[in-house]
């Protein structure tokens, strides 16, 4: 060893610290790959659980918005962008508060009067009657709701009409939620609301025995694709 070149010890010092002095680098690209890995299957887990979340709203904006009929077959007219029910307090009959937005969970076929309800309101309340049991075993999804838009009483003759749900609602905040098509009253249409509580749809005015049918189609169009995500659910209040 005496006679050895210095040269060549520092040449076996390089060599050891470059070859033999570096870590393995096996482990760390492993627990690299662990934690990719981990955090694709974290973001795919959260992808699915908001899928899931938003699986209504996307039902609905389909429903409405890619298979609706065209024109010339569309009876009612469909609103854009439509509207939610108001977070405000509404009266039943006997004077107790409700919640107006507690309407929400099944579809709506809405009418507005006054509550001493004269012939026109008499007979929007029987189209509404007939729509909804021509649902035949889908009525359950349709409430039939009548909005009574002033301070009178409702007319004991109109009392067995038991299958409808009666509240009162103050009138400034059925205009500020629902419009009439130009010309009409409010109260002159039929108004549909979907399970989320958007006002989506109108049928034009007066409805008749004629136009019925054609009301009908639409309402059992919405219902059949609306079937995969929408089920009889909430009991219509007052019941």
């Keep these: 060893m005496s006679g050895a ?24 690209l492993a627990e690299t790959e662990q934690a990719a890995r981990r955090t694709r299957v974290g973001r795919w887990k959260m992808l699915m659980v908001l899928l899931v979340c938003a699986a209504p709203v996307v039902a609905s904006y389909f429903t409405y918005y890619v298979i609706r009929p065209e024109g010339r077959r569309n009876f009612g007219e469909l609103i854009d962008p439509q509207r939610t029910l108001p977070a405000v307090q509404a009266l039943d009959l006997v004077g107790r508060p409700v919640p107006l937005d507690s309407l929400k969970g099944q579809w709506l076929l809405l009418s507005v009067g006054g509550g001493a309800c004269d012939e026109a309101c008499q007979q ?116």
């Design 5 to 28: 070149d210095p040269g060549d010890l520092d040449r076996d010092q390089v060599l050891g610290l470059t070859v033999h002095g570096l870590p393995e680098p096996g482990p760390a």
């Design 124 to 239: 929007r309340l029987y189209f509404q009657r007939q729509l909804r049991e021509g649902m035949g075993r889908e009525k359950d999804r349709i409430d039939w709701v009548w909005l009574v838009n002033d301070v009178q009483p409702v007319s004991e003759t109109l009392m067995g009409v038991k299958q409808a749900t009666v509240l009162r609602v103050a009138p400034e905040v059925l205009s500020a939620w629902l419009s009439p098509s130009a010309g009409q009253p409010l109260e002159a249409h039929l108004y549909v609301v979907d399970p989320m509580g958007n006002w989506m749809m109108r049928f034009p005015a007066p409805m008749t025995i004629d136009t019925a049918p054609k009301a009908k189609r639409d309402l059992e169009r919405l219902l059949r694709a609306s079937s995969s995500w929408d089920k009889e659910g909430r009991e219509p209040l007052g019941h």
